[in-house]
């Protein structure tokens, strides 16, 4: 071996811990990045459970019994992201890890009504009512893992923790004590559980947001099938059973962590959750039901939090200037022809939002307080050939167009989101497609 290339073996040999150490710090970017959207629908959940109990928006008193909210939503409602103004909301957080608890619903006849249960990892693992068990009501029991429950009317979590979240149909406020009886013999009981704990929320420090992540973990074991993301987390730490240590890291691993939530928040900013067809983004067929899709799971906790499967409902944004944020000035105008209106077998509507600066969406502040508009908007006029026409603009566009308004803030950006509750076959399998949202 001549002078030239002992020297080259050297300095390979020198840049050996380099090379590991780099290595080393892309893995902890890459376990930073993985762990935190993994971790933000449990935060999510932790966040919305923490506000129904003790926030602003508080309806419940404890856990395992139901809370209803009485009025519909409206620019008011913050607790959380993008609520419709068509249901009634009624609400209880559970804790089954001392056991069962039995749950009653009432008679709603054909009235629109979904019980829908998720676990903390935002997954609807049983959606009761309408669709699935008809409008007869019944008693049912609600076990957790590894829990066997009494009864011909049993429905599992997959979580010893979840939210039990209720939609029931208004026509209108003149309806409003008819479903307030209802939500009335809406019953849960089972055994106290125990005293809540605070967690952090999605803006904390990194190394505060994985030691809460850490425990609603040790709490909600997550399911077998996500085995393959801990051993992508190793580097962080973060184990399946809860295991996290945040003293372990120096002040360039923490730089690597923050940037991998950084690279984890980029992400959440550009995806898109469904195909666009004709200026419309469609939902994936794994809505509510995530499976191993991380990065959309993540996506629908921070911008559709309980979202329900497409059998139940399907959600339409526009494809936009700004993703799914309108920029333009408009108006804009949604046609569908007489033999396209929405294919739906419950009820649709179309619902303004304006978005915060960490990407939540809540209802708009306007001057005829019309926060959605949809099959059941008193006064909503159809064309002469039997088409509608809907509105969407800044100021009220007058004349013929006034019934068909939505209104939209006096400026900046908005969204908009299209409902469509028990869709059909048509609609589920792409045969129909909403019109496109045009400039008027």
């Not at 050297?10 to 811990?17: C, D, E, N, R």
């Amino acid at each position: 071996m001549n002078r030239r290339e002992i020297l080259a073996a050297l300095a390979v040999i020198g840049a050996i811990p380099a090379a590991r150490a780099h290595a080393a710090s892309g893995d902890l970017r890459s376990a930073a990045r993985e762990a935190w959207l993994y971790g933000l629908p449990l935060i999510e959940m932790a966040t919305a459970r923490a506000r129904a109990l003790a926030g602003p928006d508080a309806v419940l008193k404890r856990l395992n019994t139901f809370g209803h909210g009485r009025h519909l939503a409206g620019p008011q409602s913050r607790s959380v992201t993008t609520p419709n103004n068509d249901t009634l909301y009624s609400r209880a957080w559970v804790d089954l890890s001392r056991g069962p608890v039995t749950m009653e619903i009432p008679p709603t006849g054909d009235r629109y009504i979904s019980v829908a249960g998720m676990n903390m990892f935002t997954d609807n693992d049983f959606v009761l009512g309408t669709r699935t068990t008809g409008g007869a009501g019944g008693r049912y029991t609600i076990v957790g893992p590894g829990q066997a429950g009494e009864g011909p009317d049993v429905v599992r979590l997959k979580t010893p923790e979840g939210w039990v979240l209720v939609r029931i149909l208004v026509d209108g406020p003149d309806d409003l004590p008819a479903v307030h009886k209802l939500q009335d013999g809406l019953r849960m009981s089972g055994p106290a559980a125990a005293a809540l704990a605070a967690f952090a929320e999605r803006a904390a420090p990194p190394l505060e947001y994985f030691a809460s992540v850490a425990r609603l973990l040790k709490a909600n074991p997550p399911p077998a099938t996500d085995g393959a993301l801990f051993g992508r987390t190793a580097a962080l730490g973060l184990t399946a059973r809860g295991g996290f240590d945040p003293k372990r890291f120096d002040a360039a691993a923490m730089a690597e962590i923050a940037a991998g939530v950084a690279e984890a928040q980029r992400a959440l900013r550009g995806m898109r959750p469904g195909a666009a067809v004709q200026g419309w983004s469609y939902p994936r067929t794994t809505l509510g039901d995530f499976n191993q899709d991380y990065l959309f799971r993540a996506a629908v906790a921070l911008g559709g939090l309980a979202a329900l499967p497409p059998a139940e409902a399907m959600y339409m944004q526009p494809v936009a200037e700004q993703g799914r944020m309108i920029t333009g000035a408009g108006p804009y105008r949604l046609h569908f022809p007489a033999d396209r209106l929405p294919a739906v077998d419950a009820f649709w509507s179309l619902t303004m939002y304006e978005a915060t600066p960490d990407g939540q969406f809540f209802l708009v502040e306007n001057p005829i307080r019309r926060y959605s508009i949809g099959d059941r908007t008193p006064g909503l006029r159809k064309n002469a050939d039997g088409s509608l026409t809907l509105w969407i603009a800044r100021s009220d566009p007058g004349g013929d167009r006034s019934p068909n308004w939505l209104p939209a803030p006096p400026q900046g950006p908005f969204s908009l989101s299209f409902r469509a509750y028990l869709p059909n076959d048509e609609f589920r399998d792409g045969r129909y497609r909403l019109p496109a949202l045009e400039t008027a």
